[in-house]
T-cell receptor, first 113, second 115 residues
Framework: AQSVTQPDIHITVSEGASLELRCNYSYGATPYLFWYVQSPGQGLQLLLKYFSGDTLVQGIKGFEAEFKRSQSSFNLRKPSVHWSDAAEYFCAVGGWRDDKIIFGKGTRLHILP | DTAVSQTPKYLVTQMGNDKSIKCEQNLGHDTMYWYKQDSKKFLKIMFSYNNKELIINETVPNRFSPKSPDKAHLNLHINSLELGDSAVYFC??????????????FGPGTRLLVL
């Protein structure tokens, strides 16, 4: 069955520190992978996506993610976080034949000043 | 210009009432979705329409009825509202083209509170 696991419910980092949010997926074919961000009281905004090609994907707001097929992972990274990055982050997976994508349960990012 | 818009943004109502939420997208997409986000932020897909045809119908109480008058609009009507229906409802759209889990673009959400 298709699934997405985000092992960390909450993560706290200091402003200016680096960030890595973990995402593991289970999918029977080549996955399409997404990271979305949800700021408080807002809708979901696409940060980046992986369909094929280069396994290191660049996104908006300075985020990047790396697809590792051998580890079934698609971790999100940012070299230096800003206070405005405090939000809920969702990883999602789908596929070529799928009409829907499956979301993880989210990771809440807190930023310390 | 707002790509995916929803109305109303907030909805407070009594148990037993009937209410509707509307969604419109101006991205030219052919597929639209309804999601429910509970208090723990878990996103659950409810329905999806492609060119006015229902293509996803998850296990949702039949008090919930979607309607898509055209591919740019998707509405959600809820009958006999219950306390457990309190949640944020998101609309999203994508371009299905020849297949694939294409990128979904989300609306700002409708915050429903049932008293």
């Amino acid at each position: 069955a298709q699934s997405v696991t985000q092992p960390d419910i909450h993560i706290t980092v200091s402003e200016g520190a680096s960030l890595e949010l973990r995402c593991n997926y289970s999918y029977g074919a080549t996955p399409y992978l997404f990271w979305y961000v949800q700021s408080p009281g807002q809708g979901l905004q696409l940060l980046l996506k992986y369909f094929s090609g280069d396994t290191l994907v660049q996104g908006i707001k300075g985020f990047e993610a790396e697809f590792k097929r051998s580890q079934s992972s698609f971790n999100l990274r940012k070299p230096s976080v800003h206070w405005s990055d405090a939000a809920e982050y969702f990883c999602a997976v789908g596929g070529w034949r799928d009409d829907k994508i499956i979301f993880g349960k989210g990771t809440r990012l807190h930023i310390l000043p | 210009d707002t790509a995916v818009s929803q109305t109303p943004k907030y909805l407070v109502t009594q148990m037993g009432n009937d209410k509707s939420i509307k969604c419109e997208q101006n991205l030219g997409h052919d597929t639209m979705y309804w999601y429910k986000q509970d208090s723990k932020k878990f996103l659950k897909i409810m329905f999806s329409y492609n060119n006015k045809e229902l293509i996803i119908n998850e296990t949702v109480p039949n008090r919930f009825s979607p309607k898509s008058p055209d591919k740019a609009h998707l509405n959600l009507h809820i009958n006999s509202l219950e306390l457990g229906d309190s949640a944020v409802y998101f609309c999203a759209s994508s371009q299905r083209t020849s297949g694939g889990a294409k990128t979904q673009y989300f609306g700002p959400g409708t915050r429903l509170l049932v008293l």
